[in-house]
């Protein structure tokens, strides 16, 4: 089978326009055995390429953190690197020594608890990375091994110099140099979609000296040896020769395989593996993933250092008046603390050494108010974010059940960041799109085909509240809108006047048979039959250009067949109404380009007449129409504009006869030009091709849907009110990236274009200049002058509030991105409602993403599914990988994996709320806490003199934010929710609360440490004047310092835990349990601790049972001390819920009243949330209105 195939498909590469390039790399083959040109392959004796001499890495590749013996140092480092845990860990050391006001023990534990929590945390996070090494380190390839017997190998066992065998549709596993392949002409067909995105198939060719290797025999004796360039990241670049049999070949980019392209279309391929592992240029290109922090994580890291001045300030105060304190402490014999024996004392409270004692009591007080800082605040907040990161794992909303794929969250440091987004930065193929074009609609002699609807007419149809089978039509009547759906891939086109034969009887009949034979014939893909069923599938270069000639299969035009310089097709014929069999001889090819954006082909029919058949953008095409061929023109173009509309690709088709003298001519020039080696061959090869590309006779125009991914308009609408901004980074030409634009509503007919393009002619007479330096200079001045008018447009615009698009091509982006003009480009780009950047490489798209970030100071997120979007990914706040049906190189870098663009939406106004909502009000309300707990010590150390005397228990100190007010905080970062997910998607501006940082700005946290502050003062100074004086106990006693500490520790538990109670929004069991549970496990703590013996229990021996409990003033104190301390907290939330309420709170007062449903009265708080948008179909729609 895979003969016959070769044999139906030998010498393809003729139609390819490529030069071997044996002679246009001489300069650079001369580096070879130079720095940075050193490596030396002997192929087919690995033995000596990894020789002493040669010590080539292997092929196991890590993408792990860690190593079993670097975990340890490697994560502590990284747990003490934080400043909060490194002050923890001196604490923990001090404990150790007289100063401490509390036991080692008590001290040690919670800190040794919270970090191999976390270290836990990491070490199951490497472990994951660690199983997909292994995944793909155990992947298996046919490896030579001796004899010419080729047998199953593991990826992780080659070797440089080893050749291995590739079948059909596997990745290659290392870089390889090809020998041979399946075709005699030993090329071979490449995916490389994990390398740059890119879905259309590369051509690659072996050298001749080695393309007759075909067989596993042949490479017994096989010996060659190559030298190249050592290991670096370019991707499109390779120099190196192979010296085999005495001689010596250039090698070229044409015949280096790279690890993680597939083989695609080709039986197998024979390699040579010459880098390795790290080595790769796919792995070099691989960067450390970088650290990436949320902006509510470094604002926490500012509160943190600020409770550290407030800490720093307030031991340093006390020291001070202990020190005065002190020093006065025994004047002429006289004691004024009589109780502390200033006349018979240790250093800490010697009043000849004041200095000394005031300086050790500084290191005390550091010490008590350490409980200001949350030690449980960092693991506590980890065990959130993974908690949230499973439910983003499994909504159910978010799985993708073609593909079995659901949400991924693959770090957990970034889910608050995901509420916070102001601009998306999005790849275009694969990630809006399905990477699937459709053959939709046509036009052909002046009149429509096609009654299929793309996405861009289903939204404006539901816009305008027809069903979305219907269209209003430009008389305002209503047309049906056909949805039927074809079940063949690439074409979804419907209409029974040209279908099953019908054409014939069209007026135009013989203008729709040269339509589509033109399709039938004009392009370079490649037929496949499946020998079982019969039926032809086909690998093109693009997608479009498959959609094209399934087109003309399905309308009776099937191409079958491809030999070497024939086309062979089953026509439908017009008179015997029967399928006949033509073959047309394939002449030239003249191929498309960008700059020439069109494509040709020059055939001879059977009946002897020469056709030149062509088919590009109506920009060029209506152009070199003959003054005769120009019949249907007017009609095409309406067409063509009406197509654009609904978001379609369209191309126009035409044709023309030519005389044998006129090809003659031509086709010497042509052959000619496509043999010279030289920088300007492909522009004299373009040249010759424009002189015969003329006097056309037009056909008509296709109309092909580039497949939007299902829900694409309606989530970037629904983003576009939330008030995100939208960039498309693609590395698409222009005319396909304005397209999509058009598709998914970025852009819209009547919006103002501001197109920055060096696709000129006039640039490319500046870069045939012989001084390069001075003609880029020229184009830089080219584009500084469009940014200019641009922002001279953008400037009139704002006055009249009208929506501009910003649309740049990427050599134009590599000089907007220098240092002197990327100011004025973002100010442009800023202020435009769409920004396109077309032809953008893997590194521009990373420059502009970055660009945006640290000059905007706005979050950014990235968002794509090709190796070529990783860079960007990177660059990005948040990056999100589109794990597509190919290619997981994006997934692997992302922070975030989804299997389509639409669950974005889920993914940022609803996951993306809560989890912002919840890690504000927990940090928030952790502090508020550790204020409450920090601030009656220090008062009672303010009563005490400043003795350094704790107020509490050990480990009633240790214990407050491990277990009796922890867990709490952990429910509300994990359950509460303000609104509904319903509700979320059905007020998008709600999105704007965490855009703005409204719930964790300064007056916010401020006025959470002034509430903690309140508290601990109503707690202490109630506490201290209810029970100071006053009798106690049933004998008259008063209180000691461990009754005091206890009811003032109970206070502070009661008011902390129904603080939180009154700051829940959803309330779940798990939160009842978790803050009135708090509350129980203290007393239940209390009893028994007290219990144990007094060497353990110490201060709190039998407390509980003997002194508190038989009490009604505790009780009571701690009844009013609740109130009293919770009262301005409930008196300002009324005050401002009932006169200044949030957003939130608008839209839960709906809620609450039962009125969400009300159109009427929903509308009021809806007006808020749909803002006046200018990119999506609702603006397309107002648009259409107005």
Known sequence: MAGGKRKRQQNLSRIHSFSCGKTSFRGEHSLIGGPGFSRIIYCNEPGLSEGSVLNYGDNYVRTTKYTLATFLPKSLFEQFRRVANFYFLICAILSFFPVSPYSAVSNVVPLVAVVTATMGKEAVEDWRRRKQDIEMNNRKVKLHHGEGVFDYSKWRDLKVGDIVRVEKDEFFPTDLILLSSSYDDAICYVETMNLDGETNLKLKQALEETSKLQEDSSFQNFKAIIKCEDPNANLYSFIGNMEHEDQICPLAPQQLLLRDSKLRNTDFIYGVVIFTGHDTKVMQNSTEPPSKRSTVEKRMDKIIYFLFFVLFSLSFIGSIFFGIATREDLENGVMKRWYLRPDDTTIYYDPKNAPVAAMLQFLTALMLYSYLIPISLYVSIEIVKVLQSIFINQDVHMYYEETDQPAQARTSNLNEELGQVDTILSDKTGTLTCNSMEFIKCSIGGIAYGQGVTEVERALARRKGLPSGQESTEDGNVAEISETKSSIKGFNFMDERIMNGNWVKEPHGDVIQNFLRLLAVCHTAIPEVDEETGKVSYEAESPDEAAFVIAARELGFEFYERKQTTISLREFNSISGKIIERYYELLNVLEFSSARKRMSVIVRDEKGKLLLLSKGADSVMFERLAKYGREFEEKTKQHINEYADAGLRTLVLAYRELDEEEYNLFNEEFMEAKNIVSADRDQIVDEIAEKIEKDLILLGATAVEDKLQHGVPE????????????????????????????????????????????????????????????????????????????????????????????????????????????????????????????????????????????????????????????????????????????????????????????????????????????????????????????????????????????????????????????????????????????????????????????????????????????????????????????????????????????????????????????????????????????????????????????????????????????????????????????????????????????????????????????????????????????????????????
């Open 715 to 1186: 989530c970037i609408d629904k983003l576009a009110q939330a008030g995100t901004k939208l960039w498309v980074l693609t590395g698409d030409k222009m005319e396909t990236a304005i397209n999509i634009g058009f598709a998914c509503s970025l852009l819209r007919q009547g919006m103002k274009q501001i197109i920055i393009n060096s696709d000129t002619p006039e640039t490319k007479s500046l870069e045939r200049v012989e001084d390069q330096s001075a003609a880029a200079e020229a184009i830089k001045a080219s584009v500084l002058h469009q940014l200019r008018e641009g922002k001279a447009l953008l400037a009139a615009s704002d006055e009249n509030s009208e929506a501009l698009a910003l649309i740049i091509d990427g050599k134009s982006l590599t000089f907007a991105l220098e240092d002197d003009v990327k100011d004025l480009f973002l100010a442009l780009a800023v202020g435009c409602a769409s920004v396109i950047c077309c032809r953008s490489s893997p590194k521009q798209k990373a420059l502009v993403t970055r660009l945006v970030k640290m000059k905007t100071g706005s979050t950014t997120l990235a968002i794509g599914d090709g190796a070529n979007d990783v860079g960007m990914l990177q660059e990005a706040d948040i990056g999100i990988g589109i794990s597509g049906v190919e290619g997981m190189q994006a997934v692997m870098s992302s922070d975030v994996a989804i299997a389509q663009f639409r669950f974005l939406e889920r993914l940022l106004l609803v996951h993306g709320h809560w989890c912002y909502r919840r890690i504000s009000s927990m940090i928030c309300y952790f502090f508020y806490k550790n204020i409450v707990f920090g601030f009656t010590l220090f008062f009672y150390e303010i009563y005490a003199s400043f003795s350094g005397q704790a107020a509490y228990n050990d480990w009633f100190l240790s214990l407050y934010n491990v277990f009796f007010t922890s867990l709490p905080v952990i429910a509300l970062g994990v359950f509460d929710q303000d609104i509904s997910a319903r509700l979320c998607l059905k007020f998008p501006l709600l999105y704007q609360e965490g855009v703005q940082n409204v719930l964790f700005s300064w007056k916010r946290i401020l006025g959470w440490a002034f509430n903690g502050v309140l508290s601990a003062t109503i707690i202490f100074f109630f506490c201290i004047d209810a029970m100071e004086n006053q009798a106690f106990r049933k004998g008259g006693e008063v209180v000691g310092l461990e009754v005091l500490g206890a009811t003032m520790y109970t206070c502070v538990v009661w008011v902390v835990n129904c603080q939180m109670a009154l700051s829940i929004s959803y309330f779940t069991y798990i939160q009842h349990l978790l803050i009135w549970g708090g509350v129980l496990f203290w007393y239940i703590f209390f009893l028994a601790y007290g219990a144990m013996d007094p060497t353990l229990s110490t201060t709190a021996y039998k407390v509980f049972v003997e002194a508190c409990a038989p009490a009604p003033s505790y009780w009571l104190i701690t009844l009013l001390v609740l109130v009293a301390s919770l009262f301005p907290y409930f008196v300002y939330a009324s005050i401002q819920m009932r006169f200044f309420p949030m957003f939130h709170q608008m839209i839960q007062w709906i809620r609450n009243d039962g009125q969400e449903s009300d159109p009427e009265y929903a509308n009021i708080v809806r007006q808020r949330s749909i803002r006046h948008t200018t990119v999506g179909f609702t603006a397309r729609f107002k648009a259409s209105k107005s």
